[in-house]
Structures are given as C-alpha cells and as structure tokens.
C-alpha cells in the first residue's frame, strides 16, 4: 500500500488523491482482523476523511501534541508509548483529542506554512500494521 500520507503531502492530482483513499480504504478492510477494533473504527469511519464533516481531522489546527512513555515495573523497565493530539476542529466550532495508545513506531511530519506561523493544518493520520502487526 502506498502512504496517503505521501499523497496528501506531494504535488498529487485530484485522481491520484481519489486512489490513495480508495487503497486505503481497501488496506483497512481487509487487514480489519488485525487492528485494535478502536484503531480500526476511528479510521474506517466515514466521516475520518469527508471534509465536510466537521468530526474530520483535517484542515483542523494544532493545539497540542504529547508524546509520552509512562513505565511501570519495578525499575519502570516496562515502557509503552501514546500520543495524544488535540486540534480545533477545521470549521472552528469545536475540539477534537485523538489519542494513540500501544505505538510501536510513529512518523510526523510538517511543512512550513506559507503564513510562517505555527505547524499548519492538519492534513492526516493514517494508521498502519508493522511488521508484528
């Protein structure tokens, strides 16, 4: 599968967009088995990516990231990783927090807005299976 998120980030036509959600949408349906069914539900919903949805991420705007490892264990040798995002919802009329929990790997990226301030809009989020699933 290719990344939506290289689609959504590069010089892509509208038809190569189009093909980039429909293979991901292809990729989730049939690895559904193997997605925590909360991870699976968030990404296959349909309003996740209908930008006229105001419950979609995108276009919404950076209020806070936090990556964090709690520990347990007697030396807190048991680390796990989450991450938590909290965005003003594109159209402004409310706040959205997405929360990742058990990350084995994560990627971010972000362009310099034209405006110079702050990270941009939040064009994405995928999620994926690593090789151990």
């Given at each position: 599968m290719n990344s939506l998120i290289d689609v959504l980030t590069t010089n892509s036509t509208s038809e190569e967009i189009a093909r980039g959600f429909q293979e991901y949408r292809n990729f989730l349906a049939a690895s559904k088995d193997r997605?925590?069914?909360?991870?699976?539900?968030s990404a296959s919903a349909p309003w996740h990516y209908d930008y006229g949805d105001d419950r979609c991420p995108h276009?919404?705007?950076?209020e806070s990231l936090v990556i964090r490892e709690p520990a347990t264990g007697t030396r807190n040798e048991v680390?796990?990783?989450?991450?938590s995002v909290s965005l003003l919802?594109?159209?402004h009329d409310g706040h959205m927090e997405l929360r990742y929990d058990g990350v084995q790997s994560y990627s971010l990226g972000a362009k310099k807005p034209k405006n110079n301030i702050g990270p941009g809009d939040w064009l994405a989020d995928q999620i994926s299976l690593s090789e151990q699933n």
């Open positions: 997605f925590p069914a909360s991870a699976y539900d276009d919404s705007w950076l680390r796990a990783i989450e991450i919802g594109a159209f």
